[in-house]
């Protein structure tokens, strides 16, 4: 079974929560580089998953193997420092936890919260990816050996 589409939707779903919760510390806050870097990833990932769904139905002269593996990697990598460093920023006392700040300390953890599945997501989907390329260069690409071998003969 083919396990990266649902992945995908995911990974939109992800990143759509994220978005809000981020963008809400953001703007209650004013100034939160973390939750500003988790915004900018969630925009990143729209850009990417973008590329990646429509690239091989429509466009597949400019679908490459390697910029998906480049793509996915890169996107694993922003999650994974987003979800850190908003995760080590609510540990701080920036929050004074009365009206809106305790409002928005609870929002950035679980910003975090969500930027961790979504890592967890796209970690997922580039060890799938790997996998399926490591089989495609070993030559278990799907073709019947001995259809092959019948072929050549």
């Known amino acids: 079974m083919n396990f990266i589409l649902p992945l995908r939707i995911a990974q939109a779903l992800f990143s759509l929560l994220v978005l809000g919760l981020a963008g809400y510390c953001v703007d209650a806050l004013g100034t939160y580089p973390e939750a500003g870097f988790l915004v900018f990833t969630s925009v990143w990932t729209f850009i990417v998953l973008a590329y990646l769904l429509v690239t091989p139905m429509y466009y597949p002269q400019m679908h ?6 480049g793509s996915e990697s890169v996107t694993m990598i922003f999650w994974f420092a987003g979800f850190i460093a908003i995760a080590d920023s609510t540990k701080i006392s920036r929050f004074v936890c009365f009206g809106d700040g305790c409002r928005v300390l609870h929002c950035a953890k679980a910003a975090a919260a969500f ?11 580039l060890a799938l990816i790997i996998h399926a390329l490591i089989e495609y260069r070993k030559g278990g690409h799907g073709v019947d050996a001995d259809a092959e071998a019948a072929a050549r003969a």
């Open 115 to 125: 930027a961790c599945f979504s890592w967890l997501a796209w970690t997922a989907t």
């Open 64 to 69: 490459s193997r390697w910029v998906v593996v």
